[in-house]
């Protein structure tokens, strides 16, 4: 019986990959349509009933020849528009496909690489690593994330998700670098506050792109005797000394506008009528590259 005159089987790719061996064994007698979010999103078929869609002629008279032939320009086509890097191995571990990122990945051509064994192509003790994943996902149907050091570009940072694949095994590697780096400011920028916090006579208060102020925290509304509610959508230069608002209003100015952290001193008119001289630093706040406001750090 043709694998088209069995009524296909429908699984979410959570139960596949939980349950592989179980599927494999219904994919042998009829197709097994793998869902996600409810929607089909690829086939599982035997390698028999694959062998023999090629030798028969599909509905209305059309060689599947012809159909094999659109799916596989349709995935070339697909891989050809990725951004990540792909590529796919028998079980042996040697390559069978990548597409045009993973030859700029690696620096050589499909030409150069497919056919060529993984641990020929990447010998750094990391990638051996990455192979032993492969052999894992060829073990046992499952699908792994990863993140690994580049050996091919240093410095970078590649997130890799390995999965089965018609023929042994797949894996797409996309550039983390950048997440990576962020993770590592973030990081950063919070031990920096949490010591901060510890420091006696040290505020911080942040001004939005307008230049007023948008946040304080409690050391600040401590040194100016002022309640956030006083001060919120104030300009910082309208508790300071008049004779310094200027300067204190132009490197509030420069800082929005990106330029280099400013160090200046000034004298805070506090809520109870005294004067306090104290130093700011300030530096921009960027959101997605362009200012989006001013931190101030006030030393008293």
Same mark, same amino acid.
């Given at each position: 019986?043709? $694998?088209?005159? #069995?009524?296909?089987?429908? *699984?979410?790719? !959570?139960?596949? $990959?939980?349950?592989?061996?179980?599927?494999?064994? %219904?994919?042998?007698?009829?197709?097994?349509?793998?869902?996600?979010?409810?929607?089909?999103?690829?086939?599982?078929?035997?390698?028999?009933?694959?062998?023999?869609? +090629?030798?028969?002629?599909?509905?209305?008279?059309?060689?599947?020849?012809?159909?094999?032939?659109?799916?596989?320009?349709?995935?070339?086509?697909?891989?050809?528009?990725?951004?990540?890097?792909?590529?796919?191995?028998?079980?042996? /571990?040697? #390559?069978?496909?990548?597409?045009?990122?993973?030859?700029?990945?690696?620096?050589?051509?499909?030409?150069?690489?497919?056919?060529?064994?993984?641990?020929? *192509?990447?010998?750094?003790?990391?990638?051996?690593?990455?192979?032993?994943?492969?052999?894992?996902?060829?073990?046992? +149907?499952?699908?792994?994330?990863?993140?690994?050091?580049?050996?091919?570009? @240093?410095?970078?940072?590649?997130?890799?998700?390995?999965?089965?694949?018609?023929?042994?095994?797949?894996?797409?590697?996309?550039?983390? =670098?950048?997440?990576?780096? /962020?993770?590592?400011?973030?990081?950063?920028?919070?031990?920096?506050?949490?010591?901060?916090?510890?420091?006696?006579?040290?505020?911080?208060?942040?001004?939005?792109?307008? !230049?007023?102020?948008? $946040?304080?925290?409690?050391?600040?509304? =401590?040194?100016? !005797?002022?309640?956030?509610?006083?001060?919120?959508?104030?300009?910082?230069?309208?508790? *300071?000394?008049?004779?310094?608002?200027?300067?204190? =209003?132009?490197?509030?100015?420069?800082?929005?506008?990106?330029?280099?952290?400013?160090?200046? $001193?000034? =004298?805070?008119? %506090?809520?109870? +009528? @005294?004067?306090?001289?104290?130093?700011? +630093?300030?530096?921009? #706040?960027?959101?997605?590259?362009?200012?989006?406001? %001013?931190? #101030?750090?006030? @030393?008293?």
């Amino acid at each position: 019986m043709k $694998s088209r005159d #069995i009524a296909p089987a429908r *699984v979410t790719a !959570g139960e596949i $990959s939980r349950n592989f061996g179980q599927w494999q064994d %219904v994919a042998l007698s009829g197709p097994v349509i793998v869902t996600h979010h409810g929607r089909p999103r690829v086939v599982m078929i035997s390698a028999e009933h694959y062998a023999a869609a +090629g030798l028969t002629e599909g509905p209305g008279g059309h060689d599947n020849d012809s159909e094999l032939h659109t799916a596989e320009t349709a995935r070339s086509a697909i891989l050809g528009h990725m951004n990540e890097a792909f590529v796919a191995l028998d079980p042996d /571990l040697r #390559i069978t496909a990548v597409n045009p990122v993973f030859e700029d990945l690696k620096g050589s051509s499909a030409a150069q690489l497919i056919g060529a064994a993984w641990n020929e *192509v990447f010998n750094a003790p990391s990638q051996a690593l990455i192979g032993e994943q492969f052999r894992r996902v060829l073990r046992t +149907g499952e699908t792994l994330e990863f993140e690994s050091e580049s050996t091919v570009q @240093a410095g970078r940072c590649f997130g890799v998700r390995v999965f089965p694949y018609p023929g042994g095994v797949a894996a797409l590697f996309v550039n983390r =670098t950048e997440e990576r780096d /962020l993770r590592g400011r973030l990081d950063r920028a919070s031990a920096l506050e949490t010591a901060l916090a510890v420091l006696p006579g040290l505020a911080t208060a942040r001004l939005n792109i307008r !230049g007023v102020l948008a $946040s304080m925290d409690a050391d600040f509304l =401590t040194l100016t !005797g002022f309640s956030e509610a006083e001060l919120r959508d104030c300009r910082l230069s309208d508790i *300071v000394r008049p004779a310094e608002r200027r300067g204190l =209003t132009m490197a509030v100015e420069h800082a929005l506008q990106g330029d280099p952290p400013a160090r200046l $001193s000034v =004298t805070l008119l %506090v809520k109870n +009528g @005294a004067e306090r001289t104290v130093e700011l +630093g300030l530096a921009t #706040i960027r959101r997605d590259g362009v200012p989006d406001g %001013v931190l #101030i750090a006030i @030393a008293a």
